[in-house]
């Protein structure tokens, strides 16, 4: 099992920044590819970016050249810059194991809210 802490959610005025923290706990010696996710009422949970284990970054085209991941072995950052009210969702960390089939486990969310 892994146990995924997220942090940094808040409240931003467009244009601003804010920074999302994940730490993972538990069987970690298991996780592949760790990332960030977003969902608001109107969607399903989307994605935002993904590093794998070797730090290869994986970007949604609304995130690239705003968001960067980043990733310190078993905890992953996600800097957002030039917020946009369509940002405004619920941010899930998302930890992928190793193997066929994989496990995928989840964050409790964080609520980022970018006002116009």
């Known amino acids: 099992q892994v146990q995924l802490v997220e942090s940094g959610g808040g409240w931003v005025q467009a244009g601003g920044a804010l920074r999302l923290s994940c730490a993972a706990s538990?069987?970690?010696?298991?996780?592949?590819?760790m990332g960030w996710y977003r969902q608001t009422p109107e969607k399903m949970r989307d994605l935002v970016a993904t590093?794998?284990?070797?730090?290869t970054p994986i970007y949604a085209d609304s995130a690239k050249g705003r968001f960067t991941i980043s990733r310190d072995r078993y905890t992953v950052y996600l800097q957002m810059t030039n917020l946009k009210p369509e940002d405004t969702a619920v941010y899930y960390c998302?930890?992928?194991?190793?193997?066929?089939?994989?496990?995928?486990?989840w964050g409790q969310g964080t609520q980022v809210t970018v006002s116009s």
């Open positions: 998302n930890a992928r194991t190793f193997g066929n089939p994989f496990s995928d486990y």
């Open positions: 538990g069987s970690t010696s298991n996780i592949n590819i």
């Open positions: 590093s794998t284990s070797r730090g």
